[in-house]
């Protein structure tokens, strides 16, 4: 079992929908992660939150809108999506530090109709 | 800047056999090293790291990794491998002066374990 918990696992979604997919993590971590990962692919660092606060973006399109409303939760709002986004979205948590493991969820897989 | 090199696709190997996973890395100063699994529709998970201290470091499910500085490797290794070992096995790296938050990801090494 994961110490992080994302939902929705599945979504399905048109190019002019708004959604978003929801993480959660209760470990006391202080830096939470949104990764997009596509198949048989190295994860690719889309933000960090450290302290509640975006510390990276990683030159993300604007249709990808983060938000962190506490230390627990991790949203990720998503708008006008493209095709080529639908993905596996992982969230991550760390206790900070370059010495910390990331923890990671099992992810939202996103398709784009 | 650091980069990490993970030098097979995929990796064969009979159940029982030993298994060894290869990753190679370059960072400038003493790196922050990890191992993550991922099995099929599940996220990643951490296996172990090397920050500091013994070349060889013990992780999770009787997985072991040894930390050659000379050789700027940090392969990871199972004395006998099973069925339920084969999915992608991604190694990491952070450097001592990278922010953090970022880890550079090697391209996964997927391994395949037959009975």
């Known amino acids: 079992d994961t110490e992080v918990t994302q939902t929705p696992k599945h979504l399905v979604m048109g190019m002019t929908n708004k959604k978003s997919l929801k993480c959660e993590q209760h470990m006391g971590h202080r830096a939470m992660y949104w990764y997009k990962q596509k198949a048989k692919k190295p994860p690719e660092l889309m933000f960090v939150?450290?302290?509640?606060?975006?510390?990276i973006n990683e030159s993300v399109p604007s249709r990808f809108s983060p938000e962190c409303p506490n230390s627990s939760l991790l949203n990720l709002h998503l708008h006008a999506l493209q095709p080529e986004d639908s993905a596996l979205y992982l969230c991550a948590s760390s206790g900070g530090g370059p010495n910390q493991p990331q923890h990671f969820g099992d992810g939202t897989r996103l398709s784009i109709l | 800047a650091q980069s990490v090199a993970q030098p097979e696709d995929q990796v064969n190997v009979a159940e029982g056999n030993p298994l060894t996973v290869k990753c190679t890395y370059s960072v400038s100063g003493n790196p922050y090293l990890f191992w993550y699994v991922q099995y099929p529709n599940r996220g990643l998970q951490f296996l172990l790291k090397y920050i500091t201290g013994d070349n060889l470091v013990k992780g999770s499910y009787g997985f072991e990794a040894e930390f050659n500085k000379s050789q700027t490797s940090f392969h990871l290794k199972k004395p006998s491998a099973l069925v339920s070992d084969s999915a992608l096995y991604f190694c990491a790296v952070r450097g001592p002066t990278d922010s953090w938050g970022k880890l550079q990801f090697g391209s996964g090494t997927q391994v395949v374990v037959t009975p």
């Open positions: 939150y450290s302290y509640e606060k975006l510390s």
